[in-house]
T-cell receptor, first 116, second 113 residues
């Protein structure tokens, strides 16, 4: 089945650092990918829709300048958390696939981001 | 607007007993419904989906779900629970292909031996 690879799986860094998270579709082409954020024991909140070759679409309340998304190819989307602060600490998950109605989306294994 | 409700934060069952995890949904058009499972510090694993057709959908690891249009429900079921089924379960919906999933808050399933 479709596989989504997300890297890194775990990041610890100092406040003020920018962190890049990569999301790759390994066996399918993803014109659209999605980035979610998950707080402990809570649901996934959609942050943005990443569109290949064009600007991402951000959900209300998500800072575009804080969470930079780039989708330069059909197999790679990146999320950069710029000038990260402790409140940005969270679990970030990407997904792709599901372009046809009978196909599910497939999720990466997530990135645990801890800002000190 | 689309929404999903999972009314139970936690479901506790004994190993070998049947389990049900509840989900109700609200969409403007025809629903595409999904169940995913999440283990600690991992992404989501797809269990099953309802797009159209038979109301009873069979999925991975012995799970199944029943689509009930009149009750707008899509409950997840398994005839005999295993300890290894203990995890966080999410119901999700979207109203058209290619759009993001909208998730319920999740239900923690705990299966005791």
């Amino acid at each position: 089945g479709a596989v989504v690879s997300q890297h890194p799986s775990w990041v610890i860094c100092k406040s003020g650092t920018s962190v890049k998270i990569e999301c790759r579709s390994l066996d399918f082409q993803a014109t659209t990918m999605f980035w979610y954020r998950q707080f402990p024991k809570q649901s996934l909140m959609l942050m943005a829709t990443s569109n290949e070759g064009s600007k991402a679409t951000y959900e209300q309340g998500v800072e575009k300048d804080k969470f930079l998304i780039n989708h330069a190819s059909l197999t790679l989307s990146t999320l950069t958390v710029t000038s990260a602060h402790p409140e940005d600490s969270s679990f970030y998950i990407c997904s792709g696939g599901g372009q046809n109605s009978n196909q599910p989306q497939h999720f990466g294994d997530g990135t645990r981001l801890s800002i000190l | 607007a689309q929404s999903v409700a999972q009314p139970e934060d936690q479901v506790n069952v004994a190993e070998g007993n049947p389990l049900t995890v509840k989900c109700t949904y609200s969409v403007s058009g025809n629903p595409y419904l999904f169940w995913y499972v999440q283990y600690p510090n991992r992404g989501l694993q797809f269990l099953l989906k309802y797009i159209t057709g038979d109301n009873l959908v069979k999925g991975s690891y012995g799970f199944e779900a029943e689509f009930n249009k009149s009750q707008t429900s899509f409950h997840l079921k398994k005839p005999s629970a295993l300890v290894s089924d203990s995890a966080l379960y999410f119901c999700a919906v979207r109203d058209q292909a290619g759009t993001a999933l909208i998730f319920g808050k999740g239900t923690t399933l705990s299966v005791s031996s």
